[in-house]
């Protein structure tokens, strides 16, 4: 709006003729505004995902109509391998940075040139790693009190799953005590063991179980509890692990779907996010989720964007590519010149092209002088009188 004022103020301004000031003042507002929704500059949201180090392509960077020309050139197989892979990749690096969200708490990170698979193995090994130094030297009396209070969390459930979560406790606490103590790997098998159940039962779609669930992951959380007791000194670390811990699962629920093979999207954490919430509603509604706003952000930049699902769009530039496929000599110089766009270098130029003429937009001065100019262009009069 600010842009479109100052442009139309300038455009009057540099008229010839008192006649001429509404046709110049018109011309240049919409230059200058023009420019700011075909040239949108980068997003907050892009920036966030760029700050973490994921490799944004031009169309992921700007979106609006940049973005929506780059997805349908996307689904074309002359552009699919140079454009739609350049996207791929960024989403591939998504998982990568998000798991370095999960990791921060321990003050952990992974080397971004890691994706899917060996990411998640990476990650999951730091945090076990973690778990291990801090429970290497400290003493962990039987949790006595854990077990006596299953009674209480058991009160609201019905019969079925209070029998249930007294033979998870007794079988995954109480048969690992050893003259009264459990070792620090029995300890973190145990609590292992009870965040699985509590995670399996929390995303039944069964409402008793759900609530089994509930009480599982209360027990889980005052195991840690007791420990950190017990070794005042260790609370700290015990924290920062449980809060890396709990920021992990969805992470690690969305790499262990079906055909995702380690990889994280941001659409399969954002439903994992909220499949295995355990808080109310309304955690998610302020999106105060776990790994929630990461997701959602994710999802905003790398997220398909296109209304008709490239049907019409993408025919119009299928239409296009036909011609180039009947001339090999104009296919393959379109696709190198796709390949050095879509490269590191070209993309980092394109970016800066389109933030420089973005910016130049937003200048009345240049849209007051541009509208100056307009009645030179074949075919203005007949847009304008339009």
Known sequence: GTATGLGAAYGAGAAPEVS??????????????GAQKVLPPITDAAKDLMKRGVPLTVGQKFGGAIGGVEERLAGLPIADFLVGGARRRAIDKFGTAAYNEALAPIGESLPMKLTGRPAYIAAEKKINDAYTKVLSDVSIPAPTALVASVGAMAADLPE???????????????????DGNLTGEAFKEAQSAIRTSAYQFMTSTDAYQKQLGQALSDAAEELTSSLARANPSKAGELANI??????????????????????????????????QSRRAPSVLARGEGRMQSLAETGKDVLGTKVPDTG???????????????????????????LGAAYSRPGQSLASGVIEAARRAGRSPAAAGLLSAEADKIVGYEQIRDK
Do not use: C, H
């Open 20 to 33: 001429d000031i509404p046709e110049y003042a018109a011309t240049s507002a919409i230059l200058s505004g």
């Open 160 to 178: 079925k799953e209070a029998k249930q979560l007294a033979a998870i406790i007794k079988r995954e606490i109480s048969q690992r005590v050893k």
């Open 242 to 275: 449980d809060a890396t811990w709990s920021r992990f699962k969805p992470m690690q629920l969305a790499a262990g779907s079906k055909g995702m093979e380690g990889g994280v999207t941001p659409a399969k954490l954002l439903e994992k996010v909220y499949s």
């Open 311 to 337: 049907t019409a769009g993408r025919n119009i530039f299928a239409l296009g590519a036909l011609g180039y496929g009947l001339d090999p000599v104009t296919t393959a110089l379109t696709a190198g010149g």
